[in-house]
């Protein structure tokens, strides 16, 4: 079974950064699309940002051009740079990982969670 372990995110004040960091524990040689998805209190999970085993990533109109998604040396390894950051970024941010190596659409989930990582921006 797939497990993932996340590392990262923390507290900043808007305009600063933070990078996240998962890693999936997965059989040798087997690629998956990783990903990070966020949730605040009353609110629905929402796609952030995903990468397949292409190096292709995808990302959320919100966090264009401020947030990079990019795999690391390792397979099944990525990391989430996060710039310019606002207080409406502030979340739980869960990795996430789908069997196949291709990424859904972010609209969609993943197969499996970590267990998230709260990123809290202040103004």
């Known amino acids: 079974q797939v497990q993932l372990m996340e590392s990262g995110g923390g507290k900043v004040q808007a305009g600063g950064s933070l990078r996240l960091f998962c890693k999936a524990s997965t059989y040798a040689g087997v690629g998956y699309c990783l990903g990070w998805y966020r949730q605040v209190p009353g609110k629905e999970r929402e796609g952030v940002a995903s990468i397949d085993i292409e190096n292709t990533p995808q990302y959320a109109d919100s966090v264009k051009g401020r947030f990079t998604i990019s795999r690391g040396e390792s397979l099944n390894t990525a990391y989430l740079q996060m710039n310019d950051l606002i207080p409406e970024d502030s979340a739980i941010y869960y990795c996430?990982?789908?069997?196949?190596?291709?990424?859904?659409?972010?609209?969609?989930?993943?197969?499996?969670w970590g267990t998230g990582s709260p990123v809290t921006v202040s103004s």
């Open positions: 996430g990982a789908m069997s196949g190596g291709y990424c859904p659409a972010l609209r969609y989930g993943m197969d499996v």
